[in-house]
């Protein structure tokens, strides 16, 4: 499937405002410029613009989530956020067979519901990319042709067994680009941890990683945390930092040093926050992270 775009800057925007919102700032840097090209505008400069769209970008995307929930009936939200759980805290999450347990649970009129709140959200993303084509090409005149005459493409078009792709995609955490920024972020253990390229190396990791956290908890501490990353899942105003906080009141000072320990055994060059943001970043994430590099639909 192709990703919808509304252009260089648009696309840029979108990818940006995830890391913004939630609180990963980048700092200007006026003498790095973002590529080798003369008269393209540093990083620094990009980021000052893109936060100027910062809130609607947010809103947009928190209206997307509150639409996308409300398609659903509430047996059936509660189904997909008990679904999003289990996959979270299994030993070998598979994406693909989260979205088809979720479109198998669906009703034709909530697929259709959630399709429609979806190209409603794509409209509203457009507009904003507009607006900031609109603002690049004034703020910086040297790209205003590269702007006119970028390429478009067409909103895709869903089919109905593609919806649970879509709702764990956006339910899920929102991926952010924490690549282009400095490590050692607040509140953030691991970029490899989290958003990892799919190399063998890497996935081997990730597997180990998830496996030696997972053994550090207790049976019952392992359905209380998959409940409460499936509430995480399916609530209108899903906090991160929430979450962690929750997870972490749950266990007990072993399991929390045994959280931490098995990460810092497998990543000794980072220091976790804490158990509880350890068990999001390791459990939920790369679970979010498998939709993202897929492509299935651009967030």
């Known amino acids: ?150 390429h478009r493409e067409s909103p895709p078009s869903l089919k109905p067994d593609e919806v649970g792709a879509l709702l764990a995609n956006w339910l899920l955490p929102q991926p952010t680009m924490l690549g282009l920024l400095p490590q050692g972020q607040p509140g953030e253990v691991s970029i490899r941890a989290s958003f990892s390229p799919s190399s063998g190396e890497d996935a081997q990791f990730r597997t180990r990683l998830r496996s030696t956290v997972l053994a550090a908890l207790t049976p019952a501490h392992r359905e209380e945390v998959a409940a409460a990353m499936g509430r995480f899942a399916v609530s209108s105003e899903a906090d991160r930092e929430a979450l962690s906080k929750q997870l972490l009141a749950m266990l007990s000072p072993q399991e929390q040093h045994g959280v931490v320990a098995a990460y810092a055994a497998l990543e000794p060059q980072q220091t976790p926050a804490d158990a509880g943001t350890v068990l999001v970043n390791v459990l939920l994430f790369p679970l979010a992270g498998a939709f993202f590099r897929s492509g299935a639909f651009f967030r």
Request: glycine share 6%.
């Open 1 to 150: 499937m192709k990703r919808y775009g509304v252009g260089f800057a648009a696309i840029a925007m979108l990818v940006s405002l995830p890391a913004l919102a939630d609180g990963v700032t980048p700092q200007p840097s006026p003498v790095t410029p973002m590529n080798s090209m003369p008269d393209v505008p540093s990083f620094g400069e990009m980021s000052m613009l893109f936060r100027q769209f910062e809130p609607e970008g947010r809103r947009v995307r928190q209206q997307l989530r509150v639409d996308l929930l409300s398609a659903l009936t509430p047996l059936h939200r509660a189904a997909v956020g008990e679904f999003i759980g289990e996959s979270a805290l299994s030993e070998e999450p598979d994406a693909n067979a989260l979205a088809r347990k979720i479109d198998a649970v669906l009703s034709s009129a909530e697929k259709r519901d959630v399709v429609a709140a979806f190209y409603r959200f794509l409209a509203a993303q457009e507009a904003i990319g507009e607006k900031l084509n609109a603002a690049m090409a004034q703020q910086f005149p040297q790209l205003a042709d590269a702007i006119r005459n970028q």
